[in-house]
């Protein structure tokens, strides 16, 4: 019953097809993990959404920055739509509800002891080990859950409070575990979050390290596939498996086999959009 993790799809259905029809998916028997970001900057976002709804249990999608933008724009509230985002035929589509009220319902963080992987869309912070990690994700669930949805859109985005507390409450907690599960890419050494550069380790400034690099972090011993970081590139790092490959921006998209020998498999996406660094 082989389990493969695929990176960000952002609205690109003809390179699923491929790479599923490349594996050679059995419904009936695999299991897919998807690192979030379902939809958006690419031309078929509703039918991705459409398509992974419907896998139904052979599916496991974890929330990303995209999808959150989804499900703040669909509030109607203070969020619009930017001149690139492709949402507009979901936010129109006839099971549009249906579709938000599942999309609610991903997690933000799947973790199976059984096969000893685990997944979030963009990282986890030094301070956290698994269990904080899932209390954490749980408590932003519960929320994207419930009536509070609303309020909360309006205040999840911003850059403060960089660093954990658990003495942190109300809305500032939930934007801090926000922005680690869907924005993550760097910390300073200190374990603060560093979300103004998104680009290459290489080019990175010297007072920044990538999430996975920071000393004595607390998730070192899990084994963790993600996606949002099309610009990272490969790695070596021990347990650390990053799957977006930039498939929306004219990249490949990625699936690798969540066994021992975590087999790797790529499809080419064709002509994309120009290379961007917005995850």
Not at 14 to 20: A, S
Request: hydrophobic share 35%; with cysteine; proline share 8%.
């Amino acid at each position: 019953m082989p389990v493969w993790a695929i990176g960000d799809l952002q609205g690109c259905l003809d390179p699923l097809d491929r790479l599923l029809e490349h594996i050679r998916f059995d419904p009936a028997s695999d299991t897919l993990w998807f690192c979030g970001d379902l939809v958006n900057r690419g031309p078929r976002s509703l039918e991705t959404l459409r398509r992974v709804r419907d896998l139904g249990d052979r599916a496991v999608s974890v929330l990303g920055n995209h999808d959150l933008h989804l499900l703040a724009v669909a509030t109607g509230k203070q969020r619009k739509l930017k001149r690139k985002d492709t949402l507009d035929d979901i936010l129109a589509a006839p099971d549009r509800d249906e579709l938000l009220e599942w999309l609610r319902h991903r997690p933000l963080m799947h973790h199976d002891p059984e096969i000893g992987y685990t997944m979030v869309h963009a990282g986890l912070p030094p301070a956290w080990g698994l269990e904080e990690s899932l209390a954490a994700a749980g408590e932003l669930e519960s929320c994207i859950r419930s009536s509070a949805l609303n309020h909360f859109v309006d205040e999840m985005y911003g850059n403060l409070p960089d660093q954990w507390s658990p003495e942190l409450q109300g809305m500032e907690r939930l934007r801090y575990i926000t922005n680690c599960f869907t924005r993550l890419r760097y910390c300073r050494s200190d374990g603060r979050l560093d979300l103004s550069f998104k680009g290459a380790p290489e080019h990175a400034p010297a007072d920044v390290l990538p999430w996975f690099r920071v000393p004595e972090r607390r998730s070192a011993e899990l084994s963790i596939v993600f996606g949002h970081w099309s610009t990272l590139g490969p790695v070596t790092d021990p347990g650390i498996f990053p799957l977006d490959t930039g498939c929306v921006w004219g990249g490949r998209l990625t699936a690798m086999r969540l066994d021992e020998n975590r087999e790797t498999v790529h499809t080419p996406c064709g002509p994309g959009l120009t290379p961007g660094l917005e995850g």
